[in-house]
Nanobody, 119 residues
Framework: QVHLVESGGGLVQAGGSLRLSCAAS????????WAWYRQAPGKQRELVAE???????NFADSVKGRFTISTDNAKNTVYLQMSSLKPEDTAVYYC?????????????WGQGTQVIVSA
């Protein structure tokens, strides 16, 4: 299994910025796609941003122009830079990785990190 550990959540005022990090650990794996999801209270989990191994990205309409996603392949880490934060960005943010090994593939989730944006 590939284990994901997130960090960087917290409390920020509207208009502020936060950077989330997610590091993967395990043995002999390759990350094919990284993604960040979020889940606000009473709502379904939704895709925020994703990045493929070739660098292609996809963002939810609600965060386009405000969030960026990037990776450090040497560190097996993905980042979500969040700027111009709004109260509606308040949610638990989850890291997701689709990965493969020689004999199979799977998906791993992080434990989640809370982001609270105050008005």
């Amino acid at each position: 299994q590939v284990h994901l550990v997130e960090s960087g959540g917290g409390l920020v005022q509207a208009g502020g910025s936060l950077r989330l990090s997610c590091a993967a650990s395990g043995s002999m794996f390759r990350i094919n796609t990284w993604a960040w999801y979020r889940q606000a209270p009473g709502k379904q989990r939704e895709l925020v941003a994703e990045i493929g191994s070739g660098g292609s990205t996809n963002f939810a309409d609600s965060v386009k122009g405000r969030f960026t996603i990037s990776t450090d392949n040497a560190k097996n880490t993905v980042y979500l830079q969040m700027s111009s934060l709004k109260p509606e960005d308040t949610a638990v943010y989850y890291c997701n990785a689709k990965w493969s090994r020689m004999y199979g593939s799977d998906v791993s989730w992080g434990q989640g990190t809370q982001v609270i944006v105050s008005a």
